[in-house]
């Protein structure tokens, strides 16, 4: 009985154990940030958010509240390990052609050199996605002095492909800028589709040989759902809105985004990096705050889930980068998770 009962116990403080594992740990706090791109380089994790600060412009539909002026690097030994702050790596200054709103970033690693991607306005007031360039993840990088040919809209993720072609996501509407473009143009009327037509979604483009242009004209990417049929501008539960990522698991392509204005992270599956991609579910309900920004990466065999909320500060635009385990079912989904958590 008594050794019953001893078993119970550590099953027990096992259990819990793990669960306090599981739980959502902040990661950054000298500082509010979002829109956490996380990688591992050289056997550590190295973080790029976006760098949130206060502002006196009001929050405004535009997203001109979100007005950022400089980034940050942030590295850790392991995935509880201390988190160091490399300090400013790229300033607004330092960016010819950028006039204000340095948005959520990413970095992709080729031939011993980083490549940190952005996005900003131009001097019009027109969002442009950039490049900078360090020899070392940490940074510093020194930009680039004109933003990508042809590059519009926000939020880029780099992918590199398991044959080492490296591909660029982008895009966000409202703020973003995505609904002013049509098969990448400009257009008069600046507005989404009608609620029964084909959303707008996310874009890709193949990168060049130097990481620092488009190899290709950029793409439609195609949301589907189960039948077959992409997934329409008024569904707003499920349509892409910004924020997109990609990663692979088990072969197949997992695109994930942040459905905007119902404020979830949700995914859909395909077979190559262009897809179509068949619409799965959502996987974090809606945190404290507008929305969020992720980042879904596998660090030690194990995979984790790195985002942002405002339980911190109660202030959209003032939000704090976390991480948390993620895990998926034997069927390839992903476990859903509360963004409350």
Known sequence: MKKQLFTIILSSLVCSALLAQE???????????????????????????????????KEA???????????????MDSIKGKVTDHGVVLDLAAIPWAKKQLWAP??????????????AKDKNDIFKIGVAVSNVPQGPFKAEKNPIKGSYSIDPTVFKDTDGSFYMYFGGISGGQLQNYRNNKPIASGTEPGKEENALGPKIAKLSNNMLEYAEEPKEVLILDKQGNPLKAGDGERRFFEGVWMH?????YYLSYST????????????KPYGPFVFEGEFLSPVSGWTTHHSI?????????????????????????????????????????????
């Open 23 to 57: 739980t959502p740990r902040y990661l950054i706090d000298n500082m509010y940030s979002a829109d956490a791109s996380a990688h591992v380089f050289n056997n550590k994790i190295y973080i790029y958010p976006s760098h949130d600060i206060e502002t006196e412009v």
């Open 61 to 75: 539909k535009d997203g001109g509240h979100y007005d950022m002026k400089d980034y940050h690097v942030f590295s």
């Open 106 to 119: 990413d970095c992709a690693y080729k031939n011993g050199r980083y490549y940190l991607y952005f996005s």
């Open 248 to 252: 692979q698991y088990k072969g197949k």
């Open 260 to 271: 905007g204005t119902s404020h979830k992270l949700c995914y859909a599956i395909g077979d």
């Open 297 to 341: 990466v596998e660090i030690d065999h194990k995979w984790y889930l790195f985002y942002h909320d405002t339980k911190q500060s109660k202030v959209n635009s003032l939000r704090n980068v976390k991480v948390r385990a993620l895990e998926y079912n034997p069927d390839g989904t992903i476990k859903k998770m509360s963004g409350q958590d």
